[in-house]
């Protein structure tokens, strides 16, 4: 497919195939009709594609894909193809990180059957988990957990064209184009390189792919061919998939065998504290001179970040420590964090 370019098909297809009389159409009620909406499809297709391959961005986007190796006119083509979406733009206005406190955030991730769901997973793969985990350091637990957290075990990898999510994001938010942009470009350089077609790939409304959502930029810089058949293969290996989460947690400077995060006393804590970003830049002890202090013993010279969640009966308490901060960089936010590294406990109880 995506033989030529943009501007040699849609002359094309907008006057033979949208204009053709019904003289000329296959015979039969049933084909006639068939050929009619197809022809209806490909017009909508192409009308909305072209909004894209014209408008001025287009250019750029092109010259940093072409410096990669991606083919000019294959990437035209793809463009082409791409729809808006208003339901993406609704969806990423009202992220669930923004909109609701922490005492029903977790209640979605922290669920019996999710944690079933888990010990399952971890079962089927022991083998692979087991590997990795000895391989990377990463625990199998938290890996099993992010696979959960994002897609339920493999079970909801989105439903959005992917070229359709990032197109609508780079072209039509002006918030955060520049980075949805990127992304889009590493999209048709991971799609080229891969042999994938881009048109077949689905995920999130940010174009999150795969059991462990990854954007097209993370895929090309984390993802790892587990079972070394030529691919990083995350939409349908678990085994890769496995592979490239713990990766990703490597590479951002996951410490095996060190803390994640404890609970804390911060009822006559300074207020102030908690101003603070998702990054370490104070220390356990300087944290308990302000009032916010571990329930168990820690190592005062950790670097730490505190935290202070929304819960059921009040404010809950947490000291952050760096495999925390590294579990956020998966996806900024305390609370996906949180309920990823507690999930990660309840299944390994259980397993």
């Avoid at 072209?50 to 035209?76: C, K």
């Avoid at 730490?304 to 404010?315: F, I, N, Q, V, Y």
Wanted: hydrophobic share 45%.
């Amino acid at each position: 497919m995506f033989e030529q370019s943009a501007e040699a098909i849609l002359p094309r297809l907008y006057q033979p195939v949208c204009l053709w009389p019904v003289s000329r159409l296959l015979p039969g009620l049933v084909r006639l009709l068939s050929a009619v909406l197809l022809s209806i499809v490909l017009c909508i297709e192409i009308a909305v594609g072209a909004e894209y391959v014209d408008r001025d961005e287009t250019a750029a986007i092109l010259e940093a894909v072409v410096a990669e190796g991606v083919d000019r006119e294959w990437a035209l083509e793809v463009l082409a193809a791409a729809q808006r979406q208003q339901s993406i733009l609704d969806a990423i206005a009202r992220p669930a990180e923004k909109t609701k406190p922490w005492y029903e955030y977790r209640k979605i991730f922290l669920t019996e059957k999710r944690i079933d769901g888990g010990v399952r997973f971890a079962q089927a793969h022991a083998d692979t988990l087991t590997e990795v985990s000895q391989r990377t350091g990463v625990p199998a637990s938290l890996i099993v957990a992010v696979i959960g957290v994002e897609t339920y075990y493999g079970r909801i990898t989105g439903s959005y064209r992917v070229i359709d999510a990032l197109a609508t994001l780079a072209y039509d938010y002006p918030k955060r184009s520049p980075f949805f942009t990127q992304e889009l470009q590493h999209f048709l350089v991971l799609a080229y390189n891969s042999g994938k077609d881009p048109l077949a790939l689905k995920g999130s409304y940010a174009g999150a792919m795969g059991y462990g959502q990854f954007m097209p930029s993370s895929y090309r810089a984390y993802a790892r061919d587990f079972d070394d058949d030529g691919i990083a293969d995350i939409w349908s290996n678990p085994k890769d998939a496995i592979y490239s989460v713990a990766n990703y947690f490597v590479k951002h400077g996951w410490q095996p065998g060190a803390a994640v995060i404890e609970r804390a006393n911060g009822d006559k804590a300074d207020s102030a504290l908690f101003d603070a970003g998702l990054k370490p830049a104070t220390t356990v002890g300087e944290l308990a001179k302000r009032g916010l202090v571990p329930l168990r013993a820690t190592d005062v010279a950790l670097a730490a970040t505190p935290l202070r969640l929304e819960g059921d009966d009040g404010p809950e308490y947490w000291v952050g420590l760096n495999n925390f901060y590294v579990i956020t960089r998966y996806n900024h936010s305390a609370m996906y964090a949180l309920s990823v590294w507690l999930l990660s406990q309840a299944i390994s109880e259980q397993l």
